[in-house]
Structure formats: structure tokens, C-alpha cells
């Protein structure tokens, strides 16, 4: 199965537990970033717990090996049950953020590409497969890749194997959520549902692609 993540992007606390409420029937897993965090702190998690969804904390963390492990037990304390770090940090930096999920028993993912179009500059010429090299000999439970280019997507499938892909870019990015189910674990849709008018009619528009089978 495909999970359907949100990426709940918003910085009213009140809009974020609406959107959400209202949205759980469809989900699989909420995605909290900075923007809601940095407005409303990581108490937000414990007014999530209720609505029963897997939480994981975009922070896309990127520091030295012992801010990394800090900042994951902070993540984790606060009922957060996956992390997300950048690879490009190196392996000592990942390898402290896995770990530290491992020890709450939670789950790292590490981000191998971007899906933003600037992300070409630096992620392209081998640089992403690199990163998904690295996150397997780290351990991570997957990594994170672009739902708005699935040629990539696809080569690094071949590197991380059954290693789980999380595939952000869907919709206002310009993502095709049909195209790329097939080939990932689970796609984020942010703006395309919490922007929308009825965000639940959003959020249901895209739960057909739950049925699907990632390969």
C-alpha cells in the first residue's frame, strides 16, 4: 500500500487541528515542519496524539553528530514517531540520527533529493545516489525523494531496495500522485490540501492511491 502523508505546513494552531481532524479518515501519517513548529512548539504533537496518526518531524536535521542526537530526543520525547535529516551531512551526522531513532524505536529517513527545482543544482550528477548509498549503510529506514521527477525516484529504488521512499511535490509542486504511487511507500501532499476549501473533499481526492502496490 501507498500511505497518504500530510504535510501540515499551516502556522494557526487552531487551522492545523481542524485540517487535520477533519482530514484523518484519509491519512496515514501527518508531516509537522517547521513552519507549524516554530508557531505553536512541539506540544503540537501531544494535541495531535488524539486523532491515533504516526507523526513525523520534518526538520530535516543537519548538524554535527551530537546536535543531531539531541535534537532527535527531543523530536521523540515529544511523541513524534519518525525524524527526517539531511545526508549530504555525512555519515557520523546521519548515522546519529538513526541510532537515535533505533533507541525509541522509531524511524530515520534521510533526505536523498529534493523536490524543488533548484534542488538540481546540487542533488543531480550523482550526488543524490550517493546520499542513498549512505542512508543504507546507515541503516535508515528509507529515504525521502522527488515526487516531481519519478525518473529519479526510480534510480534510487534501485539503491535503497525495500528501504521505505517518502515522495513530497505533490500538487502545488506540480507531482503527479498517479504517477508516482507505483514506485513509492508514501506520497506528502501539503499545499493542495490544507489551501484547498474543503480540505477533506482534498484529502479523499487523493486516497485512491492507497490501493496502490509500491514496487
Not at 10 to 39: F, N
Not at 44 to 73: G, H, S, W
Not at 166 to 184: E, K, Y
Request: aromatic letters at 6%; a negative charge; one cysteine or more.
Amino acid at each position: 500500500m501507498t500511505e497518504m502523508i500530510l504535510a501540515l505546513d499551516v502556522t494557526e494552531k487552531k487551522k492545523a487541528l481542524a485540517i487535520t481532524h477533519k482530514c484523518v479518515p484519509y491519512l496515514d501519517a501527518i508531516k509537522l515542519g517547521y513552519p507549524l513548529i516554530l508557531s505553536c512548539g512541539l506540544s503540537i504533537a501531544q494535541e495531535l496524539e488524539v486523532e491515533d496518526l504516526p507523526l513525523i518531524a520534518d526538520f530535516k536535521v543537519a548538524d554535527i553528530p551530537n546536535t543531531n542526537r539531541l535534537i532527535a530526543e527531543q523530536v521523540f520525547d515529544a511523541g513524534f514517531s519518525s525524524i527526517i535529516c539531511h545526508g549530504f551531512i555525512g555519515k557520523d551526522a546521519v548515522q546519529a540520527c538513526v541510532d537515535t531513532s533505533s533507541d525509541y524505536g522509531a524511524a530515520c529517513f534521510v533526505v536523498a533529493e529534493m523536490s524543488h527545482p533548484g534542488a538540481a543544482e546540487f542533488f543531480h550528477g550523482g550526488t543524490a545516489e550517493r546520499i542513498a548509498r549512505l542512508a543504507v549503510e546507515c541503516g535508515a529506514d528509507g529515504i525521502i525523494a522527488p515526487a516531481t521527477r519519478p525518473e529519479r525516484v526510480r534510480a534510487l529504488r534501485h539503491i535503497v531496495g525495500n528501504r521505505k521512499i517518502l515522495s513530497p511535490g505533490i500538487g502545488a509542486q506540480g507531482g503527479d500522485a498517479d504517477a508516482i504511487a507505483g514506485l513509492v511507500d508514501g506520497i506528502i501532499v501539503g499545499r493542495a490540501i490544507y489551501d484547498a476549501e474543503k480540505p477533506a473533499a482534498a484529502a479523499k481526492a487523493f486516497a485512491h492511491i492507497r490501493k496502490s502496490n509500491s514496487i
